[in-house]
């Protein structure tokens, strides 16, 4: 794992095994080339190498893949999918692209930034919470919330208004 620092941009490359939680609250360059296994939760640009092996839940800002990946992906601004890269999961982003090439096994929902419902996970990285957080203040109805079987949604407008009312009293 080599740590890099450009200007003012935070650069980690990773070409090892590894396994685990890995949570960025500030904006990073990473890059993994090596085998990663557990949850992927960045701020800033993402590359999974040509030579990497993903399992994984991914979120993060602007992800660009060119290795194996076995998992959900949430892109908040950008997935990019490049050769050699093969890709099998649910993917959520606004802008996706798939160079001739590389291959996508799997769902995709493209969301707009103006969407108004949003996931559990979408809500939890809006209100800078875990996600755990927001799961039990949704059982508990303390939060605006829709269930649809085991899902949750929220209007974010909804939720504003609540944060606003919350704060007043």
């Known amino acids: 794992m ?44 993402l590359l999974i190498g040509s030579n990497a092996f993903v399992v994984a839940e991914i979120i993060g800002d602007d992800i660009t893949i060119a290795g194996k990946v076995e998992g959900n992906v949430c892109a908040e601004n950008s997935l990019k999918i490049v050769p050699p890269a093969n890709v099998r999961g649910e993917i959520r982003t606004p802008v996706l692209i798939i160079e001739e090439g590389a291959v996508l096994n799997g769902s995709c929902s493209m969301k707009s930034e103006n969407s108004k419902y949003l996931t559990l996970d979408e809500m939890a990285r809006y209100l800078k919470i875990d996600n755990e957080t927001l799961l039990n203040w949704a059982e508990e ?29």
């Open 2 to 45: 080599a740590i890099k620092k450009k200007s003012e941009e935070k650069v980690l490359e990773v070409n090892a095994a590894m396994q685990g939680e890995l949570t960025f609250k500030d904006p990073v360059s990473l890059t993994i080339n090596g085998t990663f296994q557990g949850k992927l939760n960045t701020k800033g640009t």
């Open 141 to 169: 109805s303390k939060v605006p919330v829709i269930k649809e079987g085991a899902s949750f949604f929220f209007d974010r407008r909804e939720v504003e208004n609540w944060l606003s009312k919350e704060k007043v009293s």
